[in-house]
C-alpha cells in the first residue's frame, strides 16, 4: 500500500506518514510505558527536577574529558538545544580544576546562508556563537582546551568528519526536535527515486557530514524557540553531523526536558527504538540500530497525549 501524504508538509517524509495504528499505540503510552521500554542497548533513564536533569547532561561533558590523556585524547558532541546544560559545564571545569589540555568538543551542527556558507559567529542564531558565549568563554584561561581541540562543520566538511577518526567520541548528545531528528538529520524531500518510499533505513546510515535542507516543521520549531517567532530569520539550510560520524559515537545520550518536542514525539522515538522499528521518515528512530542508547527524560516534561482545548 502506498503511505499516507505528510500532514504538514505534502512534499516531504516526516513521521505523519508513518502507520496510523503504530501512531495510535504510541499515542496510549503512559510514563510507566516508556520506563519499560528500555532494553540493551537502549536506556530509558527519568528525572525528577531540572535541576538534576541538567547537571546529569553537563556532567557527560566533564566526564568524558576526564578520560583524556596525551596518548588517548577523546571528546563529546553536544548540541545547541537544549543550552542549558553549558554554563554548568564551565562551571565545574572551572570548581574541578579539569585541565582540558587533551579534550575535544565537537560541535553538532550550523546554519548555512543563502550563498551555501556557515553563518558567521556573530548571527544572532549562530550554534558556535551559543557553544562559545553559554560553555567555553566561561572555562579559566587556564584550563581551556586548546582551539584545534574544537570542531565546528563550518568550511571543510570531509575535513570535520575526519576528526572522529583522529580522536575518540564518547558521547554524542543531543536533543530532539519537532520533526524527529538529532542535530539536523531532517527526514528528506519526497521527491526522485524517494517519490513513493523515504530511503531505507541502511541508505540514511551511509550519510555523513553534509550541509542539508530544513524541513519546515524544523524552521517553524526554531523560529518559535530560538528567534522570538521570526520564521524569516531562520536559514533553509544548514551543515550538520551525520549517521555515519553518529555511529563512530561510543553512545549516543538524548536529553528530552519537554521544551523542544512534545508529549507525542517524546514517546513515538523511544517506542520505535525499543521495538527496533527503524524508519528514515522518522530519523530518531534509526537510532535503534545504534549499540549504545540512552533516552534522559525529565519526568515533569513528559506530559499526556490526551486532547486537551487551550
Same mark, same amino acid.
Given at each position: 500500500m502506498a503511505r499516507p501524504i505528510s500532514k504538514v508538509a505534502p512534499g516531504w517524509w516526516d513521521y505523519t506518514t508513518l502507520d496510523e495504528k503504530l501512531l495510535a499505540d504510541v499515542a496510549k503510552l503512559s510514563v510507566k510505558d516508556l520506563?519499560?521500554?528500555s532494553r540493551p542497548g537502549f536506556q530509558v533513564k527519568l528525572y /525528577?527536577?531540572?535541576?538534576?536533569?541538567?547537571?546529569?547532561?553537563?556532567?557527560?561533558?566533564?566526564?568524558?574529558?576526564?578520560?583524556?590523556?596525551?596518548?588517548?585524547?577523546?571528546?563529546? &558532541?553536544?548540541? #545547541?538545544?537544549?543550552?542549558?546544560?553549558?554554563?554548568?559545564?564551565?562551571? #565545574?571545569?572551572?570548581a574541578l580544576g579539569v585541565?582540558?589540555?587533551?579534550?575535544?568538543?565537537?560541535?553538532?551542527?550550523?546554519?548555512?546562508?543563502?550563498k551555501g556558507k556557515p553563518v558567521p559567529e556573530d548571527h544572532p542564531l549562530s550554534f558556535a556563537k551559543a557553544d562559545m /558565549?553559554? &560553555?567555553? +568563554?566561561?572555562?579559566?584561561?587556564? *584550563?581551556?582546551?586548546?582551539?584545534p581541540n574544537l570542531h565546528f562543520p563550518t568550511g571543510d566538511l570531509a575535513a570535520y568528519s575526519r576528526t572522529y577518526d583522529q580522536v575518540r567520541c564518547l558521547v554524542m548528545q543531543g536533543g530532539q526536535g519537532e520533526v524527529k531528528h538529532w542535530a539536523f538529520n531532517d527526514p528528506?524531500?519526497?521527491?526522485?527515486?524517494?517519490?513513493?518510499?523515504?530511503?531505507?533505513?541502511?541508505?540514511? =546510515?551511509?550519510?555523513? !557530514?553534509?550541509?542539508?535542507?530544513?524541513?519546515?516543521?524544523?524552521?517553524?520549531?526554531?523560529? =518559535?524557540?530560538?528567534?522570538?517567532?521570526q520564521v524569516a530569520l531562520v536559514p533553509q539550510q544548514a551543515a550538520t553531523v551525520g549517521p555515519v560520524e553518529t555511529w563512530k559515537a561510543e553512545k549516543v545520550s538524548i536529553w528530552h526536558a519537554?521544551?523542544?518536542d512534545n508529549p507525542f514525539g517524546q514517546r513515538l522515538t523511544a517506542?520505535?527504538?525499543?521495538?527496533?522499528?527503524?524508519?528514515?521518515? &522518522?530519523?530518531?528512530? *534509526?537510532?535503534?540500530?545504534?549499540?549504545?542508547?540512552?533516552?534522559?527524560?525529565?519526568?515533569?516534561?513528559? +506530559? !499526556?497525549c490526551a486532547a486537551e482545548m487551550h
Open positions: 520506563q519499560q521500554l /525528577e527536577t531540572r535541576e538534576e536533569f541538567y547537571l546529569a547532561e553537563a556532567l557527560e561533558y566533564v566526564a568524558a574529558w576526564r578520560k583524556a590523556t596525551a596518548d588517548n585524547p577523546v571528546g563529546i &558532541c553536544g548540541p #545547541i538545544g537544549p543550552t542549558e546544560q553549558l554554563p554548568l559545564v564551565a562551571r #565545574i571545569v572551572n585541565k582540558l589540555e587533551h579534550a575535544h568538543f565537537w560541535g553538532m551542527d550550523e546554519w548555512v546562508d543563502a /558565549e553559554l &560553555c567555553f +568563554g566561561r572555562i579559566d584561561a587556564k *584550563l581551556r582546551m586548546p582551539k528528506l524531500k519526497r521527491e526522485g527515486k524517494y517519490k513513493n518510499a523515504p530511503p531505507a533505513p541502511a541508505e540514511y =546510515r551511509k550519510l555523513a !557530514t553534509r550541509v542539508v535542507d530544513l524541513h519546515p516543521m524544523t524552521i517553524i520549531q526554531n523560529a =518559535r524557540t530560538s528567534g522570538g517567532g519537554g521544551n523542544h517506542f520505535m527504538i525499543s521495538k527496533r522499528l527503524p524508519d528514515s521518515a &522518522c530519523p530518531m528512530s *534509526l537510532l535503534a540500530d545504534h549499540p549504545n542508547v540512552q533516552f534522559n527524560y525529565l519526568r515533569s516534561g513528559i +506530559g !499526556t
